[in-house]
């Protein structure tokens, strides 16, 4: 339990204690990361549902609940993207991207990501109605967070040292993260029907391709990158769940 306990202090704003973690207990926090975001995707799901039954705006009540998910992750995930979106749009060798990465500010790459992606989630929650959006965003949120899994996957090494990126890379089978999808994928078929399973797809396909890249340009994966995966595949499951 002491992985799951990790994956919460990590994952959530919640006041879980543990202790200086291990190799071992931080591996074991990343599996546990799509069952925390599935938690945290009924929260936001919860929000849009209770929001609409009191005749707030859907994109109203969708925008809102993006914010309480960025809430509930201390907006880590959110700033792993856009810190990704400037690496990747900057010019230079791997160690040019990661400054810019680093330095914390908000190049015009960011601004636009976020906005595609954030609006993304919540046009596509405000399209989702009653139970089906509490258990869509569980669903969906959950398949991006597998994507911690795949670029934390054995084979591709820590871009720099230091930081949770250092500490995380490498250390999942590559059979980790397609199990969490396949998982998944019958989930989001009781949701949506087709759309479900296509959604839990389009997720995994983006991760595979984000870290493929990444990984060619950074030379190798980072905190911000497993960030940036969790946000675009919970957009894209999103997406076409509502459709």
């Known amino acids: 339990?002491?992985?799951?306990?990790?994956?919460l202090t990590w994952l959530t704003v919640?006041?879980?204690?543990?202790?200086?973690p291990s190799e071992r207990t931080a591996a074991g926090a990343l599996r546990w990361a799509p069952?925390?975001?599935?938690?945290?995707?009924?929260?936001?799901?919860?929000?849009?549902?209770g929001l609409t039954a009191l005749g707030v705006p859907g994109l109203v009540a969708g925008l809102l609940a993006v914010g309480v998910l960025a809430l509930g992750t201390r907006g880590m995930h959110v700033d792993g993207l856009a810190d990704t979106a400037d690496g990747l749009g900057c010019f230079g060798p791997p160690e040019?991207?990661?400054a810019v990465m680093k330095d914390g500010g908000?190049?015009?790459?960011?601004?636009?990501?976020l906005l595609v992606v954030l609006g993304a989630q919540a046009g596509s929650l405000a399209a989702l109605s009653g139970w089906q959006v509490?258990?869509?965003?569980?669903?969906?949120?959950?398949?991006?967070?597998?994507?911690?899994?795949?670029?934390a996957r054995r084979g591709v090494p820590a871009a720099r040292p230091g930081g949770l990126g250092a500490m995380v890379a490498e250390s999942q089978p590559a059979w980790v993260a397609p199990l969490w999808w396949v998982v998944l994928a019958p989930a989001g078929?009781?949701?949506?029907?087709?759309?479900?399973?296509?959604?839990?797809?389009?997720?995994?396909?983006?991760?595979?391709?984000?870290?493929?890249?990444?990984?060619?340009?950074?030379?190798?994966?980072?905190?911000d990158v497993l960030g940036a995966a969790a946000e675009l595949g919970t957009a894209a499951a999103l997406l076409l769940l509502a459709a």
Not at 14 to 20: D, E, K, Q
Not at 106 to 113: C, E, K, L, S, W
């Open 35 to 49: 069952p925390v975001g599935a938690a945290l995707g009924a929260v936001a799901g919860l929000v849009v549902w």
């Open 14 to 20: 919640l006041p879980v204690r543990t202790g200086a």
């Open 96 to 98: 040019r991207a990661l």
């Open 189 to 223: 078929y009781a949701v949506a029907g087709w759309r479900g399973p296509a959604g839990v797809a389009l997720a995994a396909v983006l991760v595979v391709a984000l870290s493929a890249h990444t990984a060619r340009r950074f030379g190798g994966m980072s905190g």
């Open 1 to 7: 339990m002491s992985a799951l306990a990790l994956a």
């Open 106 to 113: 908000a190049g015009p790459f960011a601004v636009v990501t």
């Open 134 to 151: 509490v258990a869509g965003a569980a669903v969906a949120v959950a398949s991006g967070r597998a994507g911690f899994c795949w670029v």
